[in-house]
């Protein structure tokens, strides 16, 4: 139930809150931009880990790829594949597990990985990571988001009103409630925050080369980290 309220709210957060929006845009800029202009994106396979209800996997699939989305939640996948079904994408497909069991795609199997906002919930982070890298063809790339940070809901709301205004704060309600909504309810794993030193490590343990480090989201509440499977070109 918590997974379908939360499924339900995103829906409504994803159209209208600014940093998400920016935060979309911006993973999306890096996903065309390893990929030559001259490339067919149908041809081009991304795996979206942790896809939840399937907004952005839509809108990678909407920019001419194909795409898998991946979720531990069966309830989110429903909703997924009700959208996916409403725009009849037949280059999008969503599938109910979790890569960190080694057993749902064969090796190299992706051009891209993307993973936004779910590390830090995960049991086993570090097995999704090396998931996502044993996944990847050699050469392929990925992009991470993790929060560094627990979300207070009032301290952010205040640092936002006090920043940018009193109508900022307000639209930042849209997110922020309900995500306090879904860290309260949600089962207790983790979180794990990483910053840019335990980050950085833990991809390159798992054989990734970082390309570029940053951070995004919220006043700089979460980080990005762009990799590449294998070393530089």
Avoid at 41 to 53: Q, T, V, W
Avoid at 110 to 122: A, E, G, P, T
Wanted: with cysteine; aromatic share 12%; charged share 20%.
């Amino acid at each position: 139930m918590v997974a379908i309220g939360y499924g339900v709210v995103y829906d409504y957060i994803f159209e209208r809150f600014e940093p998400y929006q920016s935060l979309q845009q911006e993973v999306l800029k890096l996903v065309e931009s390893s990929v030559p202009d001259s490339a067919n994106r149908r041809e081009i396979r991304i795996l979206e880990l942790g896809c939840g209800p399937g907004n952005f996997a839509l809108k990678l699939a909407e920019a001419g790829f194909s795409v898998v989305g991946l979720d531990r939640y069966a309830s989110l996948i429903d909703l997924a594949r009700e959208k996916r079904q409403a725009k009849r994408l037949a280059h999008l497909a969503f599938q109910h597990a979790d890569i960190a069991t080694g057993t749902t795609f064969r090796d190299a199997s992706f051009d891209q990985v993307v993973n936004i906002h779910s590390l830090y919930v995960h049991a086993a982070p570090d097995r999704l990571v090396s998931e996502a890298y044993r996944v990847l063809k050699p050469g392929g790339h990925a992009v991470f988001v993790n929060h560094t940070r627990r979300v207070g809901q009032w301290s952010t709301l205040r640092e936002i009103w006090q920043l940018n205004g009193f109508a900022a704060a307000l639209r930042a309600v849209l997110w922020v409630l309900p995500n306090a909504v879904f860290e309260a309810a949600r089962s207790r794993t983790g979180p794990h925050y990483w910053d840019e030193a335990a980050f950085a490590a833990h991809l390159r343990e798992s054989g990734f080369t970082i390309l570029e480090l940053r951070r995004t989201f919220l006043r700089g509440s979460s980080l990005l980290v762009w990799a590449r499977k294998g070393g530089a070109a």
